[in-house]
């Protein structure tokens, strides 16, 4: 389930593993939890992660910001918190 591994990320600033390669990520919460903003930079690199995340009792939507679901889904399933 998505809002599983979305809310196991921590508030704040977080360090990731993700494909060999290390990345800055941040999580915000908004809407008293109901809407989250997931960001993570690539250090060193010029990749990212981007998306937002609604959920509320009747309907979760995952919202990738210029890139693909299946992009989003792979960070979400296969990075590892460093901190």
């Given at each position: 389930?998505?809002?599983?591994?979305?809310k196991?990320?921590?508030?704040g600033?977080?360090s990731?593993?993700?494909?060999?390669?290390?990345?800055?990520?941040?999580?915000?919460?908004?809407?008293?939890?109901?809407?989250?903003?997931?960001?993570?930079?690539?250090?060193?690199?010029?990749?990212?992660?981007?998306?937002?995340?609604?959920?509320?009792?009747?309907?979760?939507?995952?919202?990738?910001?210029?890139?693909?679901?299946?992009?989003?889904?792979?960070?979400?399933?296969?990075h590892?918190?460093?901190?």
């Open positions: 389930m998505l809002s599983t591994k979305i196991a990320i921590p508030l600033y977080s990731v593993l993700f494909r060999n390669k290390k990345y800055a990520l941040t999580r915000t919460d908004f809407n008293k939890g109901k809407s989250i903003k997931i960001y993570a930079e690539e250090l060193g690199g010029n990749d990212f992660i981007s998306f937002n995340f609604y959920h509320s009792e009747k309907v979760e939507k995952l919202n990738p910001c210029e890139m693909t679901a299946e992009k989003v889904i792979d960070f979400l399933n296969n590892l918190l460093l901190q």
